[in-house]
T-cell receptor
Framework: GENVEQHPSTLSVQEGDSAVIKCTYS??????FPWYKQELGKRPQLIID?????GEKKDQRIAVTLNKTAKHFSLHITETQPEDSAVYFC????????????????FGPGTSLSVIP | DAGVIQSPRHEVTEMGQEVTLRCKPI?????LFWYRQTMMRGLELLIY????????DSGMPEDRFSAKMPNASFSTLKIQPSEPRDSAVYFC??????????FGDGTRLSIL
């Protein structure tokens, strides 16, 4: 089955610097890669996602890149702010057999990002 | 849109007691998921439903765990009997067809 690894497990950056979180996946059939942000005591919230037919997607200060050949994808946050401090989860979604419409999602272990003012 | 609603937000109970967690998915969503989150194991998918029918319960840890979805707007996750190692945050999520999933605020469960 699919396995998603995520690095680093913790990351500290100075406010204004960039942060990069990297994930690898094992199943070459995976075709959808969402990123979730979870603030302390809150629920995971989708912040950006990318599909396998796209190499890069950007939304203001957040961007995600995908390398299908190498089976890895990354989250880039530029001009970090204290409110970016949270745990970030990557995930990979693998199509299930024909006849079902749900793609099984496997989450990475998470990266705890701290932005130091 | 009210989002996914879970209750209770916090539950503290003694070992051996029955625990029932509740979830109301977003109206119109046809998939509902139950997750468990711990520091050690991260986010684990326990079970998911499609159109109120359980599709995959391979993540349910033991027979002590059971889940139901009697209608499109309500689901329960029950633990009986509860054990201290069941302590975790339990999230419910829903989606319309394929991704993305929308999570509820979770239930923080403590078994003493």
């Amino acid at each position: 089955g699919e396995n998603v690894e995520q690095h680093p497990s913790t990351l500290s950056v100075q406010e204004g610097d960039s942060a990069v979180i990297k994930c690898t996946y094992s199943d070459s059939a995976s075709n959808y890669f969402p990123w979730y942000k979870q603030e302390l005591g809150k629920r995971p919230q989708l912040i950006i996602d990318i599909r396998s037919n796209v190499g890069e997607k950007k939304d203001q200060r957040i961007a995600v890149t995908l390398n299908k050949t190498a089976k890895h994808f990354s989250l880039h946050i530029t001009e970090t702010q204290p409110e970016d401090s949270a745990v970030y989860f990557c995930a990979a979604s693998t199509p299930t057999p024909r006849g079902t419409s749900y793609d099984k999602v496997i989450f990475g272990p998470g990266t705890s990002l701290s932005v130091i003012p | 849109d009210a989002g996914v609603i879970q209750s209770p937000r916090h539950e503290v109970t003694e070992m051996g007691q029955e625990v029932t967690l509740r979830c109301k998915p977003i109206s119109g969503h046809d998939y509902l998921f139950w997750y468990r989150q711990t520091m050690m194991r991260g986010l684990e998918l326990l079970i998911y439903f499609n159109n109120n029918v359980p599709i995959d319960d391979s993540g349910m840890p033991e027979d002590r765990f059971s889940a139901k979805m009697p209608n499109a707007s309500f689901s329960t996750l029950k633990i009986q009997p509860s054990e201290p190692r069941d302590s975790a945050v339990y999230f419910c999520a829903s989606s319309l067809g394929r991704q993305p999933q929308h999570f509820g605020d979770g239930t923080r469960l403590s078994i003493l």
